[in-house]
């Protein structure tokens, strides 16, 4: 019996997350969807129990019960929100299929480079949305046209860095050969002056 209604409540949750998802991004501004998309989640979750505290038929749930059913309900809108909306807003691997199949099913494996470069670069404004996120997220700031990391920017980084290195495949799979070319990070100390001069901001910026 408890089982039959977890389901229903399940179901109810998933239902009350649609409609509150479909109504978030077609009548509210959104800053992040996968901020966005964890919000939905968490309100659904709040809707969602207490409808099983006032309904009569989830009188059979305990206090106890119930307050694990809103946990299953957070984690599940936070997996749906991480799954289906942030991976089809940020995923590479969708935009190479979906553009294969507007080029009529096939691509030159060679042209692949200039259709990132002069397409999915323009087509999707990567470089103003991943600021907006960073922005939103609080991880940089942007001062006087120059991008700089916060302390909890430079936190992450480094613990984006280390996780790269010690903890990435070091025999991944690419392009037929298998390679670490991935959990290689760049030389801080390079000698390449004329590049890092290129990027630098001056302190006149901050």
């Known amino acids: 019996m408890k089982i039959k209604r977890l389901i229903t409540s399940l179901f109810l949750f998933f239902v009350i997350l649609v409609v509150i998802y479909i109504?978030?991004?077609?009548?509210?501004?959104?800053?992040v969807i996968f901020y966005s998309a964890i919000l939905d989640g968490i309100l659904a979750a709040i809707i969602t129990i207490f409808l099983l505290k006032y309904n009569e038929y989830f009188k059979i749930?305990?206090?106890f019960e119930k307050v694990l059913i809103f946990i299953i309900y957070l984690l599940l809108g936070y997996s749906l929100a991480l799954s289906i909306?942030?991976?089809?807003?940020?995923?590479l691997s969708f935009y190479i299929l979906e553009?294969?199949?507007?080029?009529?099913?096939?691509?030159?494996e060679k042209n692949f480079a200039e259709l990132f470069t002069k397409e999915y670069m323009?087509?999707?404004?990567?470089?103003?949305?991943?600021?907006?996120?960073q922005l939103v997220s609080g991880t940089i700031v942007i001062e006087n046209g120059?991008?700089?990391?916060?302390?909890?920017?430079?936190t992450l980084a480094s613990l984006s860095r280390n996780f790269r290195k010690y903890f990435l495949a070091k025999k991944r799979l690419l392009s037929g050969e298998y390679t670490n070319e991935l959990t290689k990070?760049?030389?801080?100390?390079?000698?390449?002056?004329?590049?890092?001069?290129?990027?630098?901001?001056?302190?006149?910026?901050?």
């Not at 109504?23 to 800053?31: D, L």
């Not at 199949?101 to 030159?108: D, L, P």
Request: aromatic content about 12%; some cysteine.
């Open 99 to 108: 553009k294969i199949q507007e080029k009529g099913s096939s691509i030159k």
């Open 122 to 133: 323009i087509e999707h404004q990567l470089v103003k949305v991943r600021l907006t996120e």
């Open 85 to 91: 909306p942030t991976i089809i807003d940020r995923s």
């Open 61 to 63: 749930f305990s206090f």
């Open 146 to 154: 120059c991008v700089k990391l916060t302390k909890f920017g430079e």
């Open 185 to 206: 990070i760049s030389n801080f100390n390079s000698r390449d002056t004329k590049n890092k001069e290129l990027y630098k901001c001056n302190k006149d910026n901050f």
């Open 23 to 31: 109504t978030h991004i077609n009548f509210f501004y959104v800053n």
